[in-house]
């Protein structure tokens, strides 16, 4: 990808850079378009959550069933996560990012 420097006047209001938002496209595009582009990032977020969950277990080096049994959630839990059925929300959510931030800490209060 290409880089490319600006200097901007903000004094001069007419220095500003022209957006490359396509206006005829943005006008063209239907309330089906944007449910469906909503479902794919839905989608895409579901995948990125179960690389972050499988990738804190395999750092910490452990089955999915011990990984379940350490942080007390059912076998079934994890491979849900992990599988992109589900998604680790709330005190889960938060538990992944202590585990793959301060692992030491984390198991050590987990026991």
Known sequence: MKTVRMKIDVLSPGAKPVGR?????????????????????????????????????????????EFAHRIDVSLDTIRNWEQGKRCPTGAAKALLKVLDKAPEAALAALD
């Not at 309330?31 to 469906?36: C, F, G, L, S, V």
């Not at 909503?38 to 750092?59: G, H, I, L, N, T």
């Open 21 to 65: 938002v396509d206006v005829r496209k943005v006008d063209a595009t239907t309330e089906a378009d944007i449910t469906r582009h909503q479902s794919e990032d839905d989608a895409d977020a579901m995948q990125d959550a179960a690389k972050f969950a499988r990738r804190v277990r395999r750092r910490l080096g452990f089955s999915q069933a």
